[in-house]
């Protein structure tokens, strides 16, 4: 039979002919259970390179965006400090903590950032520092940071105290655009590159109303 195992044992040769090929990145994705990230009644497609629902209207990011984002920022060293904005269901930041970085992430949903902690703790990525909070505001305490990840739509420009949380020579990544509908950004050293057309949730100011 079939298991999820198998599934994630495949991933990385699905990945590859997609044209990932960032070493560390492909055994991330096949070290993490991404099964154990996503509701019970959606795990047996875990591995499909579909967004699924998380709860609270939002979704987990696809495994190839995971994985293109994460070799997007390039090489670094074990224990670079990586900032990520959008917990969700804590997968993106477990890949990047599977990477050899040192991240701190925060969510907006206090419901969603609390499920994400103990996915983290249950799967051994129990030192990703988890925030409920505006990601749009970075965590200037800990900044400057090697790298950032922001996964969820910006509106129309990079956040600007994002930037200001970027180290020198760090890379931040960010999809911009209009609603859901946009385009992945690279911006390392004052360039910013373009790097595919993307769907992510909107980027939201401030905390949840309900
Ligand atoms: N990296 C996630 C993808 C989550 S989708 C994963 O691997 O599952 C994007 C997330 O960004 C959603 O959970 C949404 O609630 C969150 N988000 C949106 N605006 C935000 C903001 N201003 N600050 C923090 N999180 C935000």
Sequence with gaps: MPGLHDDR???????RERGITDERVLAAMSAVPRELFVPEDVAGEAYADVPLG???GQTISTPWIVAFSAAALGE??????????GTGSGY???????????????ERHPELAEQARRTLAATGYGDVAVRTGDGLAGAPDLAPFDGIVVTAMAQ???P?????????DGVLLCPVGDGAEGTLVRH?????????DVRFVPLVPGAPSD
């Design 92 to 106: 993106g930041a477990a890949v990047l903590a599977a990477c050899g970085a040192s991240v701190v992430t925060v």
């Design 54 to 56: 998380i709860g609270q």
């Design 156 to 158: 129309r420009r990079l």
């Design 9 to 15: 044992s495949d991933l990385a040769d699905r990945l």
């Design 160 to 168: 600007p105290a994002l930037l200001e949380q970027l180290a020198p």
């Design 76 to 85: 670094f060293p074990a224990g670079a400090r990586v900032l990520e904005v």
């Design 188 to 196: 390392h050293r004052d360039r910013d590159e373009r790097l595919a």
